[in-house]
């Protein structure tokens, strides 16, 4: 299963993407994550621009979101809000419009913050706007705070109930991702079982 890994940060050193890799390090055995770097690359949304063809950073997100199966997403707070950086990228996400590449796509959210509030305002924000665009939402939070401090040398979370919440979190993210892959894989073999239907036969 593969998961790509969106954060709201583009700068080095970011904490965020420390909690990104971290999340990578707890995942369940047959879960990857990819962090993307598409975020940095993205125009600036324009609907001048939703003409045929898209500019290539564009396409490339795009068919980053629709190839992956779930989508880990990591954000500071800026002003109170999630970044600039990440709300164009999930606008872009939203399109085409009608048939947004982020719709159905299993997505959580984290954050970090070196404050006390651990970006969990950028958090919701995040959540609200991913679920306004369709996707499906872990409603979950992984509030890092104090994070200059909260990461051992290895880079593993130093609090173990906070390591705690994140291996939960990307666990039900890969949950959610692997009952849609499931379903998926039974209906592209014609094996989707029809809701009432009898239960087949088992030879005595
Ligand atoms: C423009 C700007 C606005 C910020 N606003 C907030 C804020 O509202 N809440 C907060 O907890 N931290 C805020 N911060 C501090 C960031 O959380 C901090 O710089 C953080 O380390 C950025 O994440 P990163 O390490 O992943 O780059 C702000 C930082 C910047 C540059």
Redesign the pocket.
Known sequence: MHILGL?G?L?T?????RLLEAAHRVLPNEASLELSEHVAALPLFDEDLEVEPLPEAVQRFQAAIRDTDAILVAS?????SLTGPLKNALDWASRPGGDAVLGGKPLAVVG????R?G?A?AQAETRRTADRIGARVVPLELPVAG?AEAFTASGDLRDPELADRLQRLVTALVDLARGRTELERLAMEGDAVEVGAAPPSVAA
């Open positions: 954060c940060s700068r050193g970011s904490l965020n993407r500071p707070e800026y002003n109170g970090a913050s070196p404050s509030f970006a305002w994070a």
